[in-house]
């Protein structure tokens, strides 16, 4: 169940391919702990193996992260979702969509796929529940047409985990 | 009875201190108001900063050539009586023409004004902070006349600009050891009356001394930095589409000093363009910099021609 976007993807543009070069040699340089880059030779859709960090809910567990790049990245976000299944998250959909901010409204081109990951394992180390969001039915249902969760409207409500 | 009359005096103390509390608030709002439909005159994008009680205010100014100049207003209760005293990043302040009708958008004219007059002032100091070695100030500093800096062999040098002739002979003094300092200033004296006001700073400077001047040891690192922050490139990509600005190096920087990002201007421009905070004054968009969220001010530049 990878969320195909109902929208039709338009290839890279020049300054996005270019820019994601940098940040995939970046990357390989200096990787965030805890992730893995998954080498294949698309640049528009990477797939990353997180690994839970030691200490908290979900140390040695490893997910995997598809982040699928727009065609005119970095001015807008890239669509991040975990691939099935999904960690136990109050902020995770049980179809791997994220609530999290900074993947929507408060993305800035300041900000780098390792930026965002290490975002990301931080909202899992900070949880202390392993449940699904209240919501969680009712969304999934609303997105089984394949919506990306790039159209949802989020209301970011708790920024405790 | 005794107790209730005392409360009673109490009960009317309290609603006197009630009264004239009402009229302190009414005044208060009535001056709130004024200052806010002001400030909406001037425009809200182009305000910096407001305090809580209204009395300080600072603006951003552009001038005719993008820099951006930062005008700070103080106000008090009695104003528009009394005209607010200005201040900025200017080497010299402006005589504001005040009179009762006169409004806050009257005083920023004026200011903008008189930094479009000084257009000759700021471009000498770009053309000192970016071509030569200046060791004070650390950042460059609009308001300040001054720049030391070091020429080699051990010494610096101090130039004063005139702020109202700046393209004239600067003031200087030497500093350094002495046997190094005398053929610079015999140098000075005989060859300063060839500096010519169409020749820039440093050309001049060769001119006048006979050698070649040292350049910032900074310079390489800011060369790093020429990276764009948005695309991560240094140039813009050679493509039809992106007409005059096809291959372009990075055309903007952001002027916090702690900052200081290189972006294109055209990826700023896109970047802001593709978010709701943005804010348009004719063809200037008002937005905070993707890095430390200072504000940043980008003219609108068409790339098909």
Redesign the interface.
């Known amino acids: 169940m990878t969320s195909s976007s109902a929208t039709s993807r338009k290839a890279l543009s ?2 996005a391919s ?2 994601l070069q ?2 995939l040699v970046e990357w390989q340089v200096n990787p965030p702990v805890g992730f893995k880059h998954k080498v294949t030779d698309n640049l528009q859709r990477w797939v990353i193996e997180v690994n839970g960090a030691p200490g908290t809910l979900y140390a040695n567990e490893t997910y995997q992260l598809q982040v699928d790049f727009p065609e ?1 990245y ?3 976000a890239p669509q991040v979702i975990f691939l099935p299944p999904a960690p136990l998250h109050p902020h995770i959909y049980s179809n791997g969509h994220i609530c999290l901010d900074i993947l929507y409204d408060s993305w ?3 900000m780098t796929v390792s930026s965002v990951c290490i975002s990301i394992l931080s909202m899992l180390s900070s949880s202390t529940v392993k449940q699904r969001p209240e919501d969680n039915d009712r969304y999934v249902k609303n997105c089984r047409n394949g919506r990306s969760p790039k159209e949802t409207r989020w209301w970011f409500h708790d920024d405790k985990v | 009875m005794m107790a209730k009359r005392g409360l009673l005096r109490a009960g009317i103390a309290t609603e006197c201190a009630g009264q004239i509390r009402c009229r302190e608030l009414a005044n208060s709002s009535s001056f709130c108001r004024k200052l806010y439909s002001e400030i909406e005159e001037v425009g809200w994008e182009h305000l910096v900063r407001l305090d809580d009680n209204l009395t300080f205010l600072s603006f951003r100014v552009l001038d005719a050539s993008g820099r951006v100049h930062v005008m700070e207003v103080q106000v008090d209760k009695t104003y528009p009586q009394c005209p607010p005293s200005i201040s900025g990043d200017v080497p010299y302040i402006p005589k504001i023409e005040w009179s009762a009708t006169s409004r806050l958008k009257d005083a920023v004219i004026q200011f903008k004004k008189h930094v479009d007059t000084l257009e000759d002032f700021w471009s000498t100091l770009d053309d000192i902070d970016n071509s030569l070695w200046v060791v004070n100030p650390n950042f460059p500093c609009r308001a300040m006349c001054h720049r030391l800096v070091n020429i080699g062999n051990d010494c610096i040098v101090l130039f004063s600009i005139n702020a109202r002739s700046p393209k004239t002979v600067p003031e200087c003094r030497f500093m350094g050891p002495d046997s190094s300092i005398s053929p610079l200033r015999k140098a000075w004296s005989r060859n300063c009356k060839k500096w010519m006001q169409e020749k820039s700073f440093r050309d001049n400077l060769v001119c006048v001394f006979g050698f070649e001047l040292p350049k910032s040891p900074d310079t390489e690192k800011d060369e790093q930095q020429l990276e764009c922050g948005i695309c991560y490139a240094q140039h813009l990509p050679i493509e039809d589409e992106l007409g005059t600005k096809s291959g372009c190096p990075t055309d903007y920087q952001c002027d916090n000093a702690n900052c200081r990002r290189a972006f294109h201007g055209l990826c700023l421009m896109d970047w802001l363009r593709s978010i709701t905070t943005t804010r348009q004054s004719f063809d200037v968009l008002f937005g905070s910099c993707p890095y430390c969220s200072e504000p940043v001010a980008v003219k609108i530049t068409n790339t098909r021609s």
């Open positions: 020049k300054i270019n820019r940098k940040e005119h970095p001015m807008e800035s081109p300041a």
